[in-house]
């Protein structure tokens, strides 16, 4: 039985302004993307800022090592673009240096087969090829307006300055303790006598920090010399010297070889409405398996009643059951949140929706001493039991769970997106639903309770949903009802951005505790 109150309730209104907003999962990096946009920046300028701010306060999740993917609108063009900077495997990876252990899991986010010392999930053997940087310079070079340079100056002074340890760093850094203390490295940033968690005291005057200014110099190495400086430069040298030396595979010829990728988006109308979402290696083509089944499914009306959720729950469940069977994502959908959303529009109606991790919370628990970026452990995505769709293989590209969204309905527009592995795509599908079938404000949308089930037969329920919409639910599916919290997120954990004529919305989880839209004036 839960011990939390069932009389509490949280509320985090939606930002409304005629200017540009930026929503992320941390106030202080939606504030650096809002000031880009009060100087006049595109969206993808504030993006950009976000982007490596983020990575800095909220390093566990994403960061300059990571991957990901975006969905843009061009205001002026009148058109979705979709781009793709998903990790991939190193070119000298050897499937032979993963081999099973023959117990059934590592433990971590995927029910692989466990692989020896867990090479696959923690250390340098874990890190792939990262795309963020790389995906990041080429939405600038299309559409940005203020120097490349200029953008990454705020993420290099919270570099220097630290952040402080809260209650959730807290939490995170206790939640990895174990696995930070093998790389020395990461034991001396995250970690007190290189073992014991770095905690508050618990008090207001608190000024515990951790120290992040190892990572600035590679800031500003990127900033000075440009996004493809983690990748052809010295800075590039270093990192893969750094990984080898550690025991990884990659190396200075993976990164120089490494280019993100712009596509035509997968673009599909919805009743009235049209939405469009990345084409390849994510959750894009899942949730259009979803929408097409919801299509004669769902009554639009006030309000989802039982029916609707018993519709999502039984579109949700055909449609991973088709993407586990093709693609071999085999998530386990009870794994912690640790990827990052943020989506960002500028006062010409111009959007972003961004999704970035390293994977795992603290990718591979590695970091890099020469360049002080935490890594990603992308080798995780691959399937390490040979002859699978998704196994493991030298060069492959890595299946992704995230899903941003560009949709329109109602004569608006919006940009969504989560962070939650693959809590991610059912948490968008409901939101985009909630907008276009019910013709909700953004703040009712991310407000209203939703349903999960991303795997699996169970639907994980909202338990301040009504009983007759829990009756309905439970006929078909076993059903087990949760608070939506602080931490853990039983939920995924959305972000997103709506225009309505000239007026721009703005909203993150409401139980986010560093969520934030912040309007740039």
Not at 364 to 375: D, F
Request: net charge negative; with cysteine; proline share 7%.
């Amino acid at each position: 039985m839960s011990s939390f109150s069932r009389a509490q309730v949280t509320r985090k209104p939606a930002t409304v302004s005629p200017h540009g907003i930026v929503a992320a999962q941390h106030r202080k990096a939606a504030e650096i993307g809002a000031e880009v946009l009060k100087a006049g920046g595109h969206a993808v300028d504030a993006a950009v800022a976000t982007s490596f701010a983020i990575g800095v306060v909220e390093p566990w999740m994403s960061g300059p090592a990571g991957g990901g993917a975006a969905m843009l609108w061009d205001a002026e063009a009148g058109k979705a673009e979709a781009l793709f900077y998903g990790m991939r495997a190193p070119a000298g990876l050897d499937p032979a240096d993963f081999p099973l252990t023959g117990a059934e899991s590592s433990g971590d986010l995927f029910p692989w087969k466990a692989v020896l010392d867990d090479r696959n999930v923690m250390g340098a053997t874990a890190v792939a090829v990262p795309g963020v940087v790389d995906g990041l310079g080429k939405a600038h070079a299309r559409h940005g307006r203020l120097p490349w340079k200029d953008l990454l100056q705020p993420a290099i002074a919270l570099a220097r300055e630290g952040f402080l340890v809260d209650w959730y760093v807290a939490l995170q850094i206790t939640g990895a303790a174990r696995s930070l203390a093998r790389d020395p490295d990461a034991a001396a940033r995250f970690l007190a006598d290189g073992q014991w968690p770095r905690v508050a005291n618990w008090t207001a005057l608190s000024d515990q920090r951790i120290d992040m200014a190892s990572m600035a110099p590679s800031l500003q190495a990127i900033a000075d010399e440009g996004p493809r400086a983690l990748y052809d430069g010295d800075l590039a040298a270093a990192l893969a010297k750094d990984v080898e030396a550690k025991g990884g595979s990659l190396r200075l010829a993976d990164l120089r070889a490494y280019h993100a990728e712009w596509q035509d988006p997968l673009s599909f109308g919805y009743r009235e409405a049209r939405f469009h979402v990345t084409p390849h290696l994510t959750a894009g083509p899942t949730i259009a398996d979803v929408f097409s089944r919801l299509e004669n499914a769902v009554t639009p009306g006030k309000a989802p009643e039982g029916g609707t959720y018993a519709a999502y729950a039984a579109a949700l469940k055909a449609a991973y059951a088709k993407r586990l069977e093709n693609d071999g994502d085999n998530e386990d959908p009870w794994a912690p949140a640790c990827t990052t959303h943020f989506s960002v529009v500028d006062r010409d109606g111009n959007m972003i929706a961004v999704t970035q991790t390293l994977l795992s919370a603290f990718g591979s628990r590695v970091v890099s001493p020469s360049t002080g970026l935490l890594l990603n452990n992308g080798i995780m995505w691959f399937d390490p039991e040979p002859g699978k769709p998704n196994s493991l293989a030298p060069g492959k590209r890595c299946l992704m769970n995230v899903c941003p969204l560009i949709g329109e309905a109602d004569g608006k527009r919006f940009a969504l997106g989560a962070s939650g592995g693959r809590k991610i795509m059912p948490a968008v599908a409901q939101l985009a639903s909630f907008l276009a079938d019910f013709g909700m404000s953004l703040d009712a949308a991310f407000h209203h309770p939703r349903i999960d089930l991303s795997g699996g037969d169970t639907v994980i329920a909202d338990d301040s949903l009504a009983a007759a919409v829990l009756e309905t639910l439970a006929r078909d599916n076993r059903v087990v009802t949760t608070r939506r919290a602080p931490y853990p997120f039983a939920f995924a954990c959305p972000a997103g951005v709506l225009r309505d004529g000239g007026e721009n919305h703005g909203a993150t989880e409401p139980l986010s505790p560093w969520g934030d839209a912040v309007a740039g004036g």
